[in-house]
């Protein structure tokens, strides 16, 4: 059987498909599995076992249409007998029905687009099944399983990206060139929209109380982080930034040595979770029972504000993440560091 998989974006919600792509490589009649990619975000397909065969499509920019018929046009002679839409938007929906007739995707209930549900077979949800790794593990398994009314809330399996030698030796060449030896932690100061972020105040507090302790490593995403990342760094003697952003394979292996990793409910934060690194994840408009790491190696702290979480992009009174106490931070970090 030939599968397809189509999940576009974001970094952090193709690190919580990860679990879904297993269990279908450990279904026996499976045994070609591609995955349809944003090419924004090609760069995690770095992360993905060799097996899997990686298609891109350019949605955004010039020529969205017609790159999207292209790809089409492609993929249709894959002639693939099961699609996976676990986008839920109304153009991952078109785009997969478009592929193929046999596509299953999310019910109406739970599908972030509720349109979408016209182009798919809705799967439904048990009612206990509330994180984005339980919803895509159910979607992979219900082709297999058929799609009545769950009687048990499939479990949350934590996303695994395994490091590989190359990662480890990318990580310490990034290491020696940035000249951080022994003991670190490491700071992610990006979000991809500004409700998920805490003061700058904060981070330059955490990065100095971080300091006293052993080294701190800023990692950032775009020009506007990478001066947020310099700031943080810039009264703290014991924090560093990178002048470029890291390869995504390099963060990998950076993360998997680090005592401890902080940040805002970004791709990176998922990805340290992800290669086990003991994490303390910071919480304001989402929430860590949607799309959080589970386990005893992470941390959540969270905004308590009567208004969250609200899911939102931008808000009119931003009072959640400026609540979070930088010592309650300090704290976690503490309890968790290896």
């Given at each position: 059987m030939k599968v397809l998989i189509v999940k576009l974006s974001a970094?952090?919600?193709?690190?919580?498909?990860?679990?879904?792509?297993?269990?279908?490589?450990?279904?026996?009649?499976?045994?070609?599995?591609?995955?349809?990619?944003?090419?924004?975000?090609?760069?995690?397909?770095?992360?993905?076992?060799?097996?899997?065969?990686?298609?891109?499509?350019?949605?955004?920019?010039?020529?969205?249409?017609?790159?999207?018929?292209?790809?089409?046009?492609?993929?249709?002679?894959?002639?693939?007998?099961?699609?996976?839409?676990?986008?839920?938007?109304?153009?991952?929906?078109?785009?997969?029905?478009?592929?193929?007739?046999n596509v299953f995707g999310f019910d109406a209930r739970q599908s972030p687009e509720k349109p979408n549900r016209l182009f798919v077979q809705p799967v439904p949800f048990h009612q206990d099944e509330k994180h984005v790794v339980q919803l895509y593990r159910r979607i992979a398994a219900a082709p297999f399983n058929g799609v009545e009314e769950p009687a048990h809330a499939m479990t949350y399996t934590p996303p695994i990206v395994h490091v590989t030698d190359a990662m480890r030796k990318q990580g310490e060449e990034a290491l020696?060139?940035?000249?951080?030896?022994?003991?670190?932690?490491?700071?992610?100061?990006?979000?991809?929209?500004?409700?998920?972020?805490?003061?700058?105040?904060?981070?330059?507090?955490?990065?100095?109380?971080?300091?006293?302790?052993?080294?701190?490593?800023?990692?950032?995403?775009?020009?506007?982080?990478?001066?947020?990342?310099?700031?943080?760094?810039?009264?703290?003697?014991n924090a560093i930034t990178t002048p470029e952003m890291l390869p995504i394979a390099t963060v990998a292996g950076?993360?998997?040595?680090?005592?401890?990793?902080?940040?805002?409910?970004?791709?990176?934060?998922?990805?340290?979770?992800?290669?086990?690194c003991p994490t303390i994840c910071l919480w304001g408009p989402t929430a860590p029972w949607r799309m959080g790491a589970l386990g005893a190696k992470h941390r959540h702290v969270v905004a308590e504000v009567p208004c969250g979480p609200c899911f939102k992009r931008s808000c009119d009174q931003f009072v959640c993440m400026p609540s979070i106490r930088p010592e309650h931070i300090i704290s976690a970090w503490r309890e968790v560091k290896r």
């Open positions: 970094f952090g919600d193709i690190i919580h498909a990860l679990p879904a792509l297993h269990d279908l490589m450990q279904q026996p009649d499976v045994n070609e599995i591609h995955w349809l990619v944003d090419s924004r975000f090609l760069f995690a397909s770095e992360l993905f076992p060799e097996s899997v065969k990686v298609h891109k499509v350019a949605l955004k920019g010039d020529a969205p249409l017609r790159n999207a018929l292209h790809m089409i046009k492609t993929l249709r002679k894959e002639q693939f007998d099961l699609i996976l839409d676990l986008q839920g938007l109304i153009k991952s929906g078109i785009t997969a029905r478009a592929i193929g007739s020696l060139n940035i000249g951080i030896s022994g003991a670190f932690s490491i700071l992610h100061v990006g979000a991809s929209f500004s409700t998920k972020r805490i003061p700058d105040s904060h981070w330059s507090f955490i990065a100095t109380e971080l300091s006293r302790d052993g080294q701190v490593l800023v990692l950032w995403g775009n020009r506007e982080e990478q001066l947020r990342a310099e700031m943080t760094c810039s009264g703290s003697p950076l993360l998997e040595r680090a005592d401890a990793y902080i940040g805002q409910d970004t791709g990176v934060t998922h990805l340290a979770a992800a290669v086990e």
